[in-house]
């Protein structure tokens, strides 16, 4: 197998460095986006005490009662806020839903903003209530990570540094707490039947906070399975079809997927918790003029991002 490029980069030399760290890193998150799609992210402003928090609230969370659980489940709300149950999302292309539930948190905006109407209100767990308190934070601490990479990645694309920064600024982001539950009978299963199957991600770019076990695996330009380790609490940072989708695939979405662990392994749990970095649902995903050339004519039609959102809903049964 070829080397995979997915570096460690530090956000701090971003943020805080001279021009040649920022220049330096820019160049590397580019690079990457480019060849695998992926990168782990270091300094990115959540603590080790926020991280295990997060986890031990998520773990009390999917711990609920069912009955408890599904009272949370609202569903013409096509799981963008509180619960979705198991066997309800499944992977484009597969018949077989994933092995997993979920709780999305989405974004707040004021009383007056124009997009209030857009945003469902977020829903939350009057018996958990320290899970509300400690995921609004990590929303809002992974927002602002994701506004700083996609200012190195406007930079690397030869933008303005700040060409994103007012189409995410209320963006429809989502932050997903995911269980993969227990498997207690894996005779029982379809054949095809995974944690996650292979897929790519719809937003911008994907923030994930380590998981509680491996699994996550990206697909190479080779065609093999290559798995994805993040280093203690570094974020693991992927782009989404739609910065694919402007860009032109000048960067890449890369195919990922979670495996089912070894048959001794497969009673246990495993958590996870992707922060998907969408733009205003009014963001055009036209591919950027300066992505288009005799070499790389335009590949895709106009949408929104709003438009594009509600069609991949559709796509992996969420939305009806």
């Keep these: 197998m070829n080397k995979v490029n997915i570096p460690r980069l530090d956000l701090n030399d971003y943020i805080s460095g001279n021009a040649a760290q920022r220049k330096q890193f820019s160049d590397e998150i580019g690079r990457a986006f480019n060849e695998t799609g992926f990168v782990t992210i270091t300094n990115h402003g959540l603590s080790k005490q926020l991280i295990d928090k997060l ?161 996550l695996e990206l697909l190479t330009r080779e065609n093999e399975w290559f798995p994805v380790k993040a280093h203690g609490e570094d974020l693991v940072v992927n782009v989404g079809d739609m910065l694919q989708r402007l860009t032109n695939n000048k960067l890449k979405s890369t195919t990922h997927r979670v495996v089912n662990p070894p048959r001794e392994q497969m009673k246990n749990s495993r958590y996870s918790v992707p922060f998907f970095l969408h733009p205003k649902p009014d963001m055009s995903l036209a591919c950027l003029s300066s992505c288009i050339d005799s070499d790389h004519p335009k590949l895709y039609t106009d949408i929104t991002a709003g438009e594009y959102l509600d069609e991949r809903l559709r796509e992996i049964g969420l939305k009806k």
């Design 55 to 215: 986890y031990i609230e998520v773990k009390s969370l999917f711990s609920l009662p069912e009955v408890t659980k599904s009272k949370y489940e609202i569903p013409e709300l096509a799981g963008q806020r509180g619960y979705t149950g198991k066997n309800k999302e499944t992977a484009k292309g597969f018949k077989v839903p994933d092995l997993k539930e979920f709780w999305q948190i989405g974004q707040t905006v004021p009383a007056t903003s124009p997009l209030k109407a857009d945003y469902p209100d977020n829903i939350f767990v009057s018996e958990l209530p320290d899970f509300n308190l400690t995921t609004q934070e990590v929303y809002k601490k992974l927002e602002t990570a994701g506004v700083h990479l996609l200012r190195a990645i406007a930079v690397y694309l030869e933008l303005p540094e700040n060409y994103f920064d007012d189409k995410v600024h209320e963006g429809n982001s989502i932050l997903r707490n995911l269980h993969y539950f227990p498997i207690t009978d894996p005779d029982s299963l379809p054949d095809d039947a995974v944690r996650a199957g292979a897929h790519e991600d719809i937003n911008l770019i994907t923030l994930l906070i380590g998981a509680s076990a491996d699994g």
